[in-house]
């Protein structure tokens, strides 16, 4: 039997440290964070004691630069290489395609790493457009995980059916070199917005535009005070502007032709639902139902960080809102990535 402590793990695309964390505290020991976005750094390192931040370029870095950078070795059955790329190119969310197409084949630029190192496994998480699309290059480094001896089991996962609060659907795929191996199993109980949010959860009431200066970061943005009389108007707990649409004075002049689309935008929150895919827009209730589901304002940043199952003493470190709330919507939710560890931990040790 092999002692769990062994296993080591190095975070592609680490940005603030959600997949590290949840790998830490599953018993990974996780070497390094590497991702081309500075801002990271300070969140990821003051969060993850053992890890350092890697500011590299995944396009330009090579594996030789790994290499000698971690002093690490090819073919180490121990070693566990994640890999949850930027994918917004692949997203079946409206995004521009001309502004992402640089994350259109980074999955192949972390490919060139497994195919250096061959590590005893690989966990790749994105979204689930990625292995839909013909065109995809995740068909490609599928192929090539197989042709590498390893074993390899993927799904789309619903992240809500894994401990997180969250309507969250991701293609997840993890590969075993040395063992067989298999998804983690979903949990009958769904997490929903009541079980973590609210003052019985140590939020207190706030109004928009609220700034805690506290490593809490119960921080929200500011609305105009049309916006604020258009929350008012909207009905508690899952209301939606259908209520205020059709007056001329709150309008949206987007949708002025009273087509019914798009009725997340400026929508609440229901207490007992999980709540929708935190994205990097949701401070704004302009961009999805990132309304509160009782207060008249969107969700704080720190409520944005519990949905995705960030611990409350997680401190993140940015420039403004906007920064902050990327790295949060950005990150794999560390509940998700510690059943992904255990997953690998109980493969690894039944070998």
């Not at 790329?85 to 259109?104: D, L």
């Not at 063992?179 to 769904?190: A, C, F």
């Not at 999805?288 to 960080?305: K, M, N, T, V, W």
Request: net charge positive; glycine share 8%.
């Amino acid at each position: 039997m092999v002692t769990k402590n062994k296993l080591k793990a190095i975070d592609f695309f680490s940005g603030a440290g959600g997949l590290t964390h949840g790998l830490k505290v599953a018993g990974i020991d996780v070497m390094a964070g590497i991702d081309n976005d500075g801002i990271c750094k300070e969140t990821f390192e003051k969060n993850n004691a053992g890890a350092i931040f890697l500011e590299k370029d995944i396009t330009k870095y090579l594996p030789a630069d790994l290499e000698r950078d971690l002093k690490i070795k090819r073919n180490d059955d121990d070693m566990i290489f994640a890999g949850c790329a930027p994918c917004q190119f692949w997203s079946i969310i409206r995004t521009s395609k001309e502004k992402s197409k640089k994350t259109r084949n980074l999955i192949l630029d972390f490919q060139k790493f497994i195919e250096y190192f061959k590590p005893g496994f690989v966990v790749v998480e994105n979204v689930p457009g990625i292995s839909s699309k013909k065109e995809s290059p995740m068909g490609r480094f599928m192929v090539t995980l197989e042709n590498l001896g390893y074993n390899v089991a993927h799904d789309i996962t619903d992240m809500s059916l894994y401990g997180i609060p969250q309507k969250r659907r991701r293609f997840t795929l993890l590969a075993s070199r040395v063992s067989s191996i298999s998804l983690p199993k979903p949990t009958k109980k769904i997490m929903t917005v009541r079980n973590v949010l609210g003052t019985k959860n140590g939020f207190p009431k706030i109004k928009a535009g609220t700034a805690d200066k506290t490593d809490f970061l119960h921080t929200v943005a500011g609305l105009s005070k049309k916006n604020i009389e258009r929350l008012r108007m909207t009905s508690k707990n899952g209301g939606d502007r259908s209520v205020w649409q059709n007056n001329a004075k709150y309008q949206l002049a987007c949708y002025a032709s009273g087509e019914k689309k798009f009725y997340d935008t400026y929508g609440r929150m229901w207490w007992d639902k999980p709540s929708p895919t935190i994205t990097t827009k949701f401070f704004s209730i302009s961009n999805g139902r990132f309304a509160h589901p009782e207060e008249d304002r969107a969700i704080s940043l720190r409520e944005g960080a519990t949905l995705q199952t960030f611990p409350q003493n997680y401190k993140f470190v940015g420039t403004s809102v906007a920064s902050i709330a990327k790295m949060i919507g950005n990150a794999v939710p560390p509940e998700f990535a510690k059943r992904l560890g255990k997953t690998i931990m109980e493969s690894y040790e039944s070998r």
